[in-house]
């Protein structure tokens, strides 16, 4: 099977931009999340979400978002963006059932100038 | 809240001998899973092994290995026969069966010499 892919994997926009981060996951799989990983404050956890619901939500400012398709591919949006939002972020899929193992994505390296 | 620490930083071990890397955690939940993930420089983050709370045999991969010892709330990863391809970022992870969040300690930097 293929791995999860995520599009693009570089990135550089500018204060005050928005930006949307593309996600495909392992087919068969229906549920995606996203982390954040900075050296500051390490893996943190986005959102995951599940048959193109919202089934969990980390501690990020309502200018993080997401949405997932009926196809299970999910997308994350970042808007007003911010130096500090300047990040790889991290994609993974897994099976329905939590507690099942999550593959992830190679990231999308976010640069924020 | 669930957390999980990892308190070594860095760690070094020589290619061919074996290297424990420490964790450990808190967590409410009875039903849990605990995660070791690699990330090697390309930053692709990789499953390594996989221990449901509930199982008390510890989980083996072929070189790597754990210790859960679930009263001590404790989770550490040995490799075995280590090589210069384990250099990398390990992080220790837990999730809860009612939630797919995973909560992911700082890491460890394990450099494999030659």
């Known amino acids: 099977k293929a791995g999860v892919t995520q599009t693009p994997r570089y990135l550089i926009k500018t204060r005050g931009q928005q930006v949307t981060l593309s996600c495909s996951p392992i087919?068969?799989?229906?549920?995606v999340s996203w982390y954040q990983q900075t050296p500051g404050q390490g893996l943190q956890f986005l959102f995951e979400y599940f048959s193109e619901t919202q089934r969990n939500k980390g501690n990020f400012p309502g200018r993080f978002s997401g949405r997932q398709f009926s196809n299970s591919r999910s997308e994350m949006n970042v808007s007003t963006l911010e130096l500090g939002d300047s990040a790889l972020y991290l994609c993974a899929s897994s099976p329905p059932l939590t507690g099942e193992t999550q593959y992830f994505g190679p990231g999308t390296r976010l640069l924020v100038l | 809240a669930q957390t999980v620490t990892q308190s070594q930083p860095e760690m070094s071990v020589q290619e061919a001998e074996t290297v424990t890397l420490s964790c450990t955690y808190d967590?409410?939940?009875?039903?849990?899973?605990l995660f070791w993930y690699k990330q090697p420089p390309s930053r692709q983050m990789i499953l390594v092994i996989r221990?449901?709370?509930?199982?008390?045999q510890n989980a083996t991969e072929n070189r790597f290995s754990v210790n859960f010892q679930k009263a001590a709330k404790s989770f550490s990863l040995k490799i075995s026969d280590s090589q210069l391809g384990d250099t990398a970022m390990y992080f220790c992870a837990l999730s809860s069966s009612n939630t797919g969040k995973l909560i992911f300690g700082q890491g460890t930097t394990l450099q494999v010499k030659p």
């Open positions: 087919s068969g799989h229906r549920s």
């Open positions: 221990q449901e709370a509930y199982k008390q």
């Open positions: 967590t409410s939940e009875n039903n849990y899973y």
